[in-house]
């Protein structure tokens, strides 16, 4: 488990984070496809929070595409960086979320955020400001459409709907299994759209959520619950 530290010049501010957000929101890189769905690696990555002992933990967890099985996982846990404003949340996960990443053996390939990328009131979620920062290919995948609004999809596995900022289609509602609530898929960095909802049904195989959400959610807890009975 790693420990994290809080990076010097980080936000301390809403003024602040939203700036640090304008300046790096241009260097979103849209016209990629990505790597293909069900080949190579991809990482999942989430936080988990104990807010009344300041502490947060990350995991990121590395599955072969193709099978699902774990190749490599790594933890860390440092303070809470950034206090709780919807739209920030970036800034209170990514200290940790990177250096989760950072700890990993391996390259982590495609990564899978529990949360949104352009599907963010300023187009510029956690999904996207992590593939920024580190040059990945990122994808978010939310268990609800935040602000935005969408169509009921068809209640069969791989329908969709747009998820929709007025007209401007922001990611898409998508159906996991047949009849259960969709997830939202959004773009982060280095993928489409198309791509995004791809890989999210490679990887929700047998449940509504991505296996690699699933993985880092039970880690990151997991880290937590040591963190803070030590």
């Given at each position: 488990m790693t420990t994290v530290r809080i990076p010097e010049n980080w936000p301390a501010t809403e003024e602040q984070a939203r700036a640090v957000q304008d300046e790096l929101r241009a260097r979103v890189i849209l016209?990629?496809?990505?790597?293909?769905?069900?080949?190579?690696?991809?990482?999942?990555?989430?936080?988990?929070?104990?807010?009344?002992?300041?502490?947060?933990?990350?995991?990121?967890?590395?599955?072969?595409?193709?099978?699902?099985?774990?190749?490599?996982?790594?933890?860390?846990?440092?303070?809470?960086?950034?206090?709780?404003?919807?739209?920030l949340l970036a800034f209170r996960e990514l200290p940790a979320v990177l250096?989760?990443?950072?700890?990993?053996?391996?390259?982590?390939?495609?990564?899978v955020c529990d949360g949104y990328g352009l599907a963010h009131p300023r187009r510029f979620g956690l999904a996207s400001h992590l593939g920024v920062l580190t040059g990945l290919p990122t994808i978010g995948v939310a268990k609800n459409p935040f602000t935005f609004t969408h169509d009921e999809?068809?209640?069969?596995?791989?329908?969709?709907?747009?998820?929709?900022?007025?007209?401007?289609?922001?990611?898409?509602?998508?159906?996991?299994?047949?009849?259960?609530?969709?997830?939202?898929?959004?773009?982060?960095?280095?993928?489409?759209?198309?791509?995004?909802?791809?890989h999210t049904l490679a990887l929700a195989r047998g449940y509504r959520l991505p296996e690699t959400t699933r993985r880092a959610d039970a880690l990151c807890r997991r880290a937590l619950r040591e963190a803070c009975s030590a």
């Amino acid at each position: 488990m790693t420990t994290v530290r809080i990076p010097e010049n980080w936000p301390a501010t809403e003024e602040q984070a939203r700036a640090v957000q304008d300046e790096l929101r241009a260097r979103v890189i849209l016209d990629e496809p990505g790597p293909p769905p069900g080949a190579g690696r991809v990482t999942g990555v989430d936080v988990a929070y104990d807010d009344a002992r300041d502490v947060v933990a990350a995991a990121a967890v590395v599955l072969d595409a193709a099978g699902l099985d774990v190749v490599a996982e790594a933890t860390a846990v440092g303070r809470v960086s950034f206090p709780y404003v919807p739209g920030l949340l970036a800034f209170r996960e990514l200290p940790a979320v990177l250096a989760a990443l950072d700890a990993l053996p391996c390259p982590p390939g495609l990564v899978v955020c529990d949360g949104y990328g352009l599907a963010h009131p300023r187009r510029f979620g956690l999904a996207s400001h992590l593939g920024v920062l580190t040059g990945l290919p990122t994808i978010g995948v939310a268990k609800n459409p935040f602000t935005f609004t969408h169509d009921e999809p068809g209640t069969a596995r791989g329908s969709s709907s747009a998820l929709l900022a007025g007209a401007e289609e922001v990611g898409r509602a998508l159906r996991t299994r047949d009849g259960v609530k969709p997830v939202f898929v959004s773009v982060g960095h280095r993928v489409s759209l198309a791509g995004a909802c791809a890989h999210t049904l490679a990887l929700a195989r047998g449940y509504r959520l991505p296996e690699t959400t699933r993985r880092a959610d039970a880690l990151c807890r997991r880290a937590l619950r040591e963190a803070c009975s030590a």
